[in-house]
């Protein structure tokens, strides 16, 4: 099972500050060896988001798909949202999907699922339009400036924390025996604290959303091939979910690739000219605001 956005999914939005061209493509796939697709994802402008059930868990596809059907009707779409919009969507979805779990003979069937996303938003006086990225698990948001991949979520994730704390080798972490294990997630309490940062729009900008079905299956560097190096129609989210599927498809895998353009395109393009014989890749998780001083 597919879902898939065309690469031309394009919409212009006149702001404060000028007119901004978004480009979406989108895909999920159910992989070559599950037999559920539980990644739901959103890719609408304002809102591009993606959605993991949680694996072994009760209901974890209609987790991840009541978290779409909440952003869906707390946002509206064609127009920049604000901050108390999404988060509002995100506890909102918390409450749905905790609505989700069911009470049997064998105890509480808990249903959950990750969330990860970026969204335009109007950050009020002094701030003007921003992107909010927001993360809830191991899902994550990756910006893209055509020669650099920089990490800007944090995995709320078992093995990250071990890695915080300088007790596991970033090397070792897809063999470690707890790499599966999330430590917050939509559903799992009656209230959930996302982790939110706002950048700056400026010129030509791109974010890929993914569950980690993605990023067990293609490293950093194959991620950064794909998105200098794409030319399918099918826009270069097909082409990650595509590559991730040859090196195995284990897990459902979802890409959603947004890229806005501020000002004349042209110019933006200039700016961020691609090297695909000399593509940098980087993960800079400390340049990213850590989780105890996340904006929310």
């Known amino acids: 099972?597919?879902?898939t956005v065309p690469a031309?999914?394009?919409?212009?939005?006149?702001?404060?500050?000028?007119r901004v061209l978004i480009a979406a493509s989108a895909r999920s796939d159910v992989g070559r060896v599950r037999h559920v697709n539980e990644d739901s994802f959103l890719a609408e402008t304002p809102v591009f988001l993606v959605a993991?059930?949680?694996?072994?868990?009760?209901?974890?596809?209609?987790a991840s798909q009541a978290v779409v059907a909440t952003f869906r009707r707390h946002l509206e779409f064609g127009r920049v949202s604000t901050p108390e919009q999404v988060l509002d969507a995100i506890h909102t979805a918390n409450d749905a999907v905790r609505a989700l779990s069911d009470d049997g003979d064998e105890g509480t069937s808990v249903a959950g699922t990750t969330l990860a996303g970026v969204a335009l938003v109007d950050?009020?006086?002094g701030q003007g339009v921003r992107w909010m990225v927001f993360n809830i698990g191991d899902s994550r948001v990756y910006s893209w400036d055509g020669r650099t991949l920089l990490q800007v979520s944090v995995d709320h994730s078992a093995v990250q924390e071990l890695m915080d704390a300088g007790l596991l080798d970033p090397s070792e972490a897809e063999r470690h025996p707890d790499r599966n294990v999330i430590t917050r997630a939509i559903g799992a309490d009656a209230y959930v604290e996302p982790d939110v940062w706002l950048l700056p729009t400026t010129g030509r900008q791109t974010f890929l959303v993914c569950s980690?079905?993605?990023?067990?299956?293609?490293?950093?560097?194959?991620?950064a091939h794909v998105l200098a190096c794409g030319t399918s129609p099918d826009g270069r989210a097909?082409?990650?979910?595509?590559?991730a599927l040859a090196a195995g498809g284990r897990d459902n895998v979802t890409a959603v690739?947004?890229?806005?353009t501020i000002g004349d395109p042209a110019a933006a393009a200039d700016e961020t000219t691609r090297d695909r014989d000399d593509v940098e890749v980087a993960v800079d998780v400390e340049a990213t605001t850590p989780r105890d001083g996340a904006q929310s």
């Open 52 to 62: 993991d059930g949680m694996g072994g868990h009760a209901r974890g596809d209609a």
């Open 1 to 3: 099972m597919r879902w």
């Open 257 to 260: 690739v947004v890229e806005s």
């Open 123 to 125: 950050a009020g006086a």
């Open 212 to 223: 980690d079905g993605l990023t067990k299956e293609l490293d950093l560097a194959g991620i």
């Open 238 to 243: 097909s082409e990650l979910v595509d590559a």
């Open 8 to 18: 031309d999914a394009e919409q212009t939005l006149e702001l404060p500050g000028g």
